[in-house]
């Protein structure tokens, strides 16, 4: 087991280290940067006292060096003018737009993000594990129908347009609150019971609106699972031999089914990240999905390569768990290596 | 009895007619596969539907000018947000000539709002192939025919107008040129990345499946929606509507070739040990050639039934894209443009008919997923 773990974290790393790559690459894709383009303005109104901050930091953070040497230094591989240490060392870089350290820029942000996904998977699994194992049992069913119904709106409907349209009923005819994750009167203030009961009131939506196109391929998935799984001897026998309806199905084909359904989680999370970024765009989330978006927009580079950077970071990290519940779950995968 | 010369073959002498019966418990399996795949097809109500209805809509594309009785930019300040126009066919009783309800604008001063009023009481024939306003037809010559005119002197917003009084229903039609062709385009990408590079890893197996294997992983890995966001942000803003277009199909296809790389490794892997690609070997056939003529049409059905998947979540992508302004900028036409107008909640409140853009994008992506699951259970025929 800790060869495996030791193998599996191994490969993260590796991929991580591609990733940011990748990343970086892209996010300075788009010609010049958020500096030249604002000491080209600068110029073009004549100031030169600002012009001088803005070259400051573009020396500051060796935005004036080669892109790879950019990139090694933004990592932290190699060491940056002035002390500038990079990511390794835990200096996330400076965003220019919002004229703050990264890491104060995305302070709240981070673990919302993680707040929010979490939530979401939460949901995806408490609502599709019974639907799906009621909609295999059930196959023909009316339940099978509804649930069938259900998973096809939310794979065919565009996930923003679905926030939209529970942000106005749910507003209208229930009273959850719109947008943000917290009341305003809270803002800022320290934990409480009441802050907390707001948070849980404003999750709702994007919990529901996040996790719907999740729950629809969940339950497809565990349904046919089971379905499979309900067709073999073993369950007949046990019929046969009296077993009653509930224990029949979850004693053994709901346990083998569950193999792949933990598997998923692999695949289900870059979705669940992805449509979380732009759900919060949507509903003015104060997760990262926003910040990215700006970031984007003004070619804050350090701030938007952090931001894609912490969101694969975080799909890696759930494929990760689902590998170790897996191989917890599953000794072939311990002690075969890898089983696909 | 004579006996039998060994020496001799022993054939049938009676004559053989196509109506020969074949023979065997199982004359259902014994059809032509191309037979059996379209019957099993047929038997699948939904995807036959859905793929009528995509034929449909394919079909209209390169006709949207001839179909829209507006063109998709044209403003008319009289008529912001003004409700959609409801066609009459019937009037007291009597199937007549269909008709609109001619409208007029008033403001409302206290909400500062538009009022419109419908006047029941006149009617206005819609006109039928008729002359409008003038276009020029696939850039080539000058033409002016419409299929649906609005009547004359009158308004024809079938689906209601939008901020800046243009068609809604116009610009539903012409968008549906950008929507519909976006996926095709990235599904072309993506099939021809993922079939050559999980071709090459599956057939030479080595270093060469270790990097591709690498390379999914990776892609895998990272969250679609924000690197699509990223790449498109770097298509440079001065660039023209189609260029951008391309340019964002492109995008779509860059991130969507791992699944179908990875089933066509697999594929490949298990079909490599085959005697049929040995005999080919043997004879000299290069591996291009093998991977081919012999290979991929052996996995063509999952080709098929995986791009058809994949196009509905290409279409859903551009919307998003464009729906957030990094994708497709007006004055390009797209739905998810058109939904970009309907972002904020006070249009969902009031003018409803603007977002009607979600109608057609909800059945064009359900429509791909009953017709891939259609073709999926029709291409498996032995099964």
Redesign the interface.
């Known amino acids: 087991m800790i060869r495996y773990l030791a193998n599996r974290l191994m490969?993260m790393a590796l991929?991580l280290a591609?990733?940011s790559a990748?990343?970086f690459f892209?996010?300075n894709?788009?010609?010049g940067d958020f500096l030249s383009n604002q000491i080209a303005e600068l110029q073009a109104q004549g100031e030169s006292a600002s012009i001088e901050k803005a070259e400051f930091l573009r020396k500051q953070y060796s935005l004036d060096q080669p892109q790879w040497k950019q990139y090694f230094i933004w990592l932290g591989a190699m060491p940056g003018p002035d002390g500038y240490s990079g990511l390794l060392q835990g200096d996330w870089g400076w965003s220019f737009e919002f004229d703050q350290p990264v890491s104060e820029v995305l302070e709240e942000a981070l673990w919302l993000t993680v707040v929010v996904n979490l939530a979401a998977m939460l949901f995806i699994y408490v609502v599709s594990l019974p639907l799906g194992t009621i909609a295999a049992v059930r196959a023909g069913g009316i339940t099978d129908y509804v649930v069938a119904i259900i998973g096809?709106?939310g794979?065919?409907?565009?996930?923003?347009?679905l926030a939209?349209?529970l942000?106005?009923y749910g507003q209208q005819y229930l009273g959850i609150p719109?947008g943000g994750l917290v009341d305003p009167v809270y803002e800022g203030e320290p934990m409480s019971w009441a802050k907390f009961k707001s948070i849980l009131a404003h999750l709702i939506v994007p919990t529901i609106v996040i996790g719907t196109a999740g729950t629809a391929s969940m339950i497809r998935r565990l349904r046919a699972n089971l379905l499979d799984e309900l067709g073999k001897p073993y369950v007949a026998t046990a019929k046969a031999k009296g077993v009653g309806p509930v224990k029949r199905v979850v004693k053994y084909p709901l346990r083998a089914a569950l193999n792949p359904f933990i598997a998923d989680i692999g695949n289900l999370l870059?979705?669940l990240?992805?449509?979380s970024?732009?759900v919060s765009?949507?509903l003015s989330l104060p997760t990262l999905g926003p910040a990215?978006?700006a970031a984007?927009?003004s070619q804050d580079h350090y701030l938007?390569g952090f931001?894609?950077l912490f969101?694969?970071a975080?799909?890696?990290v759930g494929?990760l768990i689902s590998d170790i519940l897996l191989a917890i779950l599953d000794p072939r995968i311990r002690f075969g290596g890898r089983s696909r | 009895m004579t006996p039998l010369d060994p020496n001799t073959r022993y054939t049938d002498t009676a004559a053989y007619g196509d109506d020969t019966d074949i023979g065997g418990a199982r004359p259902d399996l014994d059809m032509p596969t191309g037979k059996l795949i379209r019957r099993r097809f047929m038997r699948h109500r939904l995807a036959v539907v859905s793929a009528l209805f995509l034929a449909f809509l394919y079909l209209c594309i390169p006709f949207v000018e001839l179909i829209a009785p507006y063109s998709a930019n044209q403003r008319n300040a009289d008529y912001l947000y003004a409700p959609p126009q409801a066609l009459h066919f019937f009037h007291e009783g009597a199937l007549v000539a269909p008709y609109v309800h001619p409208v007029t604008a008033k403001a409302d001063l206290e909400k500062f709002q538009w009022t419109y009023t419908q006047d029941q009481t006149q009617r206005q024939t819609v006109r039928w192939f008729c002359k409008g306003e003038p276009y020029r037809f696939w850039g080539l010559f000058e033409a002016r025919g419409h299929l649906i005119c609005p009547p004359e002197g009158g308004t024809l917003y079938l689906l209601g107008a939008d901020r800046l009084g243009r068609d809604v229903f116009s610009r539903l039609v012409y968008g549906m040129r950008i929507s519909l062709t976006v996926g095709l385009i990235g599904i072309t990408i993506s099939l021809l990345i993922g079939v050559t590079l999980g071709g090459m890893a599956g057939y030479f197996g080595g270093w060469i499946d270790s990097t591709v294997q690498?390379m999914i992983?990776?892609i895998?890995?990272?969250?679609?929606?924000?690197?699509w966001?990223?790449?498109s942000?770097?298509v440079?803003p001065q660039w023209s509507p189609v260029a951008v277009f391309f340019m964002i199909s492109v995008i779509l296809g860059l991130l969507d070739w791992p699944g179908l790389a990875r089933a066509v490794r697999s594929k490949l892997l298990s079909l490599r040990e085959e005697e049929f690609v040995r005999a080919a070997e043997l004879l000299g056939a290069k591996p291009a050639r093998i991977i081919r003529t012999h290979l991929i049409p052996n996995f063509m059905s999952h080709i098929v039934v995986s791009a058809s998947l994949s196009i509905?979540a290409m279409i859903?992508g551009e919307?998003?894209l464009s729906?957030?302004g990094?994708g497709l900028r007006p004055p390009a036409v797209s739905w998810g443009v058109m939904?970009n107008d309907?972002?904020d909640?006070t249009v969902?409140?009031f003018y409803p008919w603007v977002?009607s853009a979600?109608i057609p994008?909800?059945?064009v992506?359900?429509a791909f997923?009953f017709l891939g699951d259609g073709l999926r259970d029709a291409m498996d025929p032995y099964n």
């Open positions: 490969t991929t591609v990733v990748l990343v892209i996010v894709l788009p010609p096809y709106i794979l065919a409907t565009p996930n923003f347009l939209l349209i942000l106005y719109i870059p979705s990240v992805s449509g970024v732009l765009v949507v990215l978006l984007l927009r938007a931001i894609l969101v694969s975080l799909t890696l494929m | 690498r992983e990776v895998r890995s990272l969250p679609e929606l924000p690197i966001l990223a790449l942000a770097a440079p509905p859903l919307t998003a729906f957030l990094l939904l309907a972002q909640l969902i409140e977002a979600m994008v909800m059945l992506v359900l997923n």
